[in-house]
Structures are given as structure tokens and as C-alpha cells.
Nanobody, 123 residues
Framework: QVQLVESGGGLVQAGGSLRLSCVASGSIFSINAMGWYRQAPGKQRELVAI???????DYADSVKGRFTISRDNAKNTVYLQMNSLKPDDTGVYTC?????????????????WGQGTQVTVSS
């Protein structure tokens, strides 16, 4: 079993900053990718940022230049630094990880999700 726990959400004025954290724990052999998704009211969930083993990252066009994703492999933690926040960034931000774990006979890879953290940007 793998658990993802997010923290760092909250209420901030437009132009402000927040830093989200997501810690993975449990039966982990390796973490292949970690990312952040968000879902605004009435909208579909969208990928905000992702980082894969080796350090490559990718961002939604709407956040490029404002958000930075980073990862601490020793702590099984991924961060999302969000600067110059806009009201359109409001939503529930959820951590996602592609994790491999060992069983007695094989390596199993699966996707885990956190519970989500609310980010609200006021105008």
C-alpha cells in the first residue's frame, strides 16, 4: 500500500505565492513519476506539472513561467512552488505518483493519488 499526503494549500490574494508538498509513504521500491493535477469547480481535472525520473519536467501552458515542480528523492516528496497566482488557479490540487513496489515474486507498478488540497486565489 502507498499513501500520498498533500499539504500547503490555502487562501491567497492574486499575485501571491504558495508551496504545495506531497509525501509518499508505504511499500515503495521506486517512484517513476510524480505530478500535480488540479480541478476547478465545474471543470475537468487537468495536469498542472509533472516530473519523471531523471529530472525531466513538463507543465501546463497556463502555468509555465509561474509554477515550478521539484522533487526530493530521499524524502519521497514532490513540491509545487506557485508564484504570481491568479484567480484561475483556484481549485483542488491533487498529487499523483507512479510507484513500483516489490512483491515476493515480482515488481508491481501502479498509480496512487492523494486526497487533494484546496487552493483559493482571491482577486
Amino acid at each position: 500500500q502507498v499513501q500520498l499526503v498533500e499539504s500547503g494549500g490555502g487562501l491567497v490574494q492574486a499575485g501571491g505565492s504558495l508551496r504545495l508538498s506531497c509525501v509518499a509513504s508505504g511499500s515503495i521500491f521506486s517512484i517513476n513519476a510524480m505530478g500535480w493535477y488540479r480541478q476547478a469547480p465545474g471543470k475537468q481535472r487537468e495536469l498542472v506539472a509533472i516530473t519523471i525520473t531523471g529530472g525531466n519536467t513538463d507543465y501546463a501552458d497556463s502555468v509555465k513561467g509561474r509554477f515550478t515542480i521539484s522533487r526530493d528523492n530521499a524524502k519521497n516528496t514532490v513540491y509545487l512552488q506557485m508564484n504570481s497566482l491568479k484567480p484561475d488557479d483556484t481549485g483542488v490540487y491533487t498529487c499523483n505518483a507512479d510507484i513500483s513496489r516489490k512483491t515476493p515474486t515480482m515488481t508491481v507498478t501502479g498509480t496512487s493519488w492523494g486526497q487533494g488540497t484546496q487552493v483559493t486565489v482571491s482577486s
